[in-house]
């Protein structure tokens, strides 16, 4: 098992009242848990959003905390609901309604990994997948809801950074030959997670550090924008997805030359983004 649910750095005075969080790049693969898997320890990482962690690790030095998850993606997704159980992998789950994500094995306990390449031999117990649940789930998800109930007291609205990464071949059904590829997607379910006044700054912030911006294609977001994002209610959650050939070696899971030099674009990113949540700016619009 994963030592810990989560991993939390707070920065020395919150001042923002923006959070970010990653929930996708946790890589405590237990001895216990690739015993149990058919992958190999490189395979079974190919859905990880692998060190995300390191390139919003900036976060906290700007006033803002950054919660990371302790288990990885391929033992428990935090970025799903946790009813959203596959019968296909977990004994005495009956199916339910239409759920695309669950019909591809990525439901709260994933049946597949990248390239939907299966994890286990067998099913797990309902038991088992509970456990997890449990153990992994529920504390993110508490310290989540903590997060931003406090920024609510403290600033009077919330904004949290989702922070993820994407395959490079993610984009290649969506860009036309000879028009430059995005660097980011940012999901905000097409207004429904976050006001437009927030969104707006993000992207500017990116787009000024060089990056090329696109939105809701094909990533718009899923369970932590869909359950957190509350725009009538000043509490906003967008989406980051950032091109993993940007900063790593997909094949290898190592970083390349240019991993620095995107920390540091990075880190000026989160000092504009921080920037917006500070007390001495306008209100953020309810929408």
């Not at 020395?12 to 929930?23: D, E, I, L, Y």
């Not at 379910?189 to 912030?205: H, P, T």
């Not at 550090?209 to 967008?238: D, E």
């Not at 983004?273 to 500070?278: K, N, W, Y």
Request: charged letters at 25%.
């Amino acid at each position: 098992m994963p030592k810990v649910a989560y991993h939390l750095i707070n920065p020395q005075k919150r001042s923002t009242s923006v959070v970010f969080a990653s929930p996708h790049s946790g890589r405590d693969y237990s001895a216990g848990f690739l015993r149990r898997s058919v992958l190999d320890e490189h395979t079974i990482r190919s859905s990880e959003d692998a060190f995300v962690d390191k390139l919003f690790a900036a976060a906290p030095q700007h006033g803002a905390p950054l919660l990371l998850a302790g288990a990885p993606r391929a033992f428990v997704d935090l970025n799903r609901s946790a009813d959203e159980l596959d019968p296909a992998l977990i004994e005495d789950v009956r199916a339910p309604g239409h759920n695309p994500r669950v019909a591809s094995g990525l439901g709260v306990v994933p049946r597949v990994v990248a390239g939907a390449r299966a994890i286990y031999r067998g099913k797990l117990t309902r038991a088992e997948a509970q456990n997890r649940i449990d153990t992994y789930w529920h504390p993110y998800h508490d310290a989540l809801n903590r997060l931003l109930d406090e920024a609510q007291a403290q600033f009077g609205e919330a904004v949290l950074i989702d922070c993820h990464s994407m395959p490079h071949e993610a984009m290649d059904g969506i860009v036309r030959a000879g028009v430059r590829r995005p660097d980011v997607v940012l999901g905000d379910r097409f207004g429904a997670s976050a006001g437009a006044d927030v969104v707006d700054r993000i992207e500017a912030a990116l787009a000024t550090a060089g990056l090329k911006v696109v939105r809701n294609a094909p990533f718009a977001g899923a369970y932590t924008a869909q359950h957190y994002g509350r725009p009538s209610r000043r509490q906003h959650v967008v989406q980051i997805e950032i091109d993993r050939a940007l900063y790593m070696n997909e094949q290898l899971i190592r970083p390349n030359g240019n991993f620095n030099h995107l920390q540091k674009v990075l880190s000026g990113v989160i000092a504009e983004i921080t920037e917006m949540g500070r007390p001495h700016e306008l209100p953020l619009a309810a929408e």
